[in-house]
């Protein structure tokens, strides 16, 4: 009895284990396409804005559109917005001395080629969930690109805490369907008198014998 009851401790360790991965990997992956969603919306409102647009097509004053950015950055909950240019050189990015530099990650030329697109790579932030889309100027042009960004060591922790989350509520439920069926067991072998299927089995056959013989 002590052996079958160590395997199954290891038998529900382990479904308790694959559970919890299963839990994990949905929510991540729920998260990251919301995430993904969300930066792409963000970044097609910013490309449509005739500030960008002008900035793109007549760079003056960088410094009043940055601090607009900064402030929407902040609104939305992104971990960054870049704006390149038509040859990908930044001309908004929350740290300012990478500003007329080259944006990183290697996703931004399918942009710049008219695509709109959900993507992950590694940028001088780190790697991140990236909504890329072109921006168009009056004649149809693309003149740059905007990039809306959200980290993943950022998302991690949210991961985490939604996972943990649902692994509580479904073990809640767990408990609850088992006591559910403790008491309606329970009810069952009220009903019949506390017997078990194999003593019913004997007493109809017992019963069904008696029955016989009366009619012999």
């Known amino acids: 009895r002590s052996r079958r009851q160590r395997q199954m401790c290891i038998r529900d360790r ?19 396409n919301h995430i993904g969603d969300k930066a792409l919306a963000v970044a097609s409102s910013i490309a449509t804005r005739a500030d960008i ?17 900064e402030n929407l950055r ?21 740290d300012e001395d990478k500003i007329g530099k080259k944006m990183v990650g290697g996703d931004s030329q399918a942009a710049l080629k008219g695509e709109r697109y959900i993507s992950v790579a ?4 780190g790697e991140s969930i990236r909504g890329k889309v072109p921006v168009y100027a009056g004649n149809n042009e693309i003149v740059g690109v905007v990039s809306v960004g959200f980290l993943v060591q950022s998302i991690d922790p949210l991961i985490l805490s939604r996972s943990s989350e649902i692994l509580i509520w479904g073990l809640i439920l767990v408990g609850l369907s088992i006591l559910a069926a403790i008491y309606i067991g329970q009810r069952v072998r009220n009903a019949i008198f506390g017997l078990q299927p194999d003593e019913i089995a004997v007493s109809y056959t017992h019963l069904r014998a008696h029955e016989t013989s009366l009619h012999l």
Do not use: C, K, W
């Not at 647009?53 to 950015?69: G, K």
């Not at 870049?82 to 040859?87: A, M, Q, Y």
């Open 14 to 32: 382990l479904q308790a284990l694959l559970f919890g991965a299963l839990v994990y990997q949905l929510t991540a992956q729920s998260l990251h």
């Open 53 to 69: 647009i002008n900035a793109l097509e007549i760079p003056s004053d960088l410094t009043t559109i940055n601090m607009q950015i």
């Open 74 to 94: 902040q609104v939305v909950g992104a971990d960054f917005i870049v704006v390149g240019d038509e040859n990908a050189l930044r001309i908004v990015h929350p």
């Open 122 to 125: 590694h940028g001088s932030l």
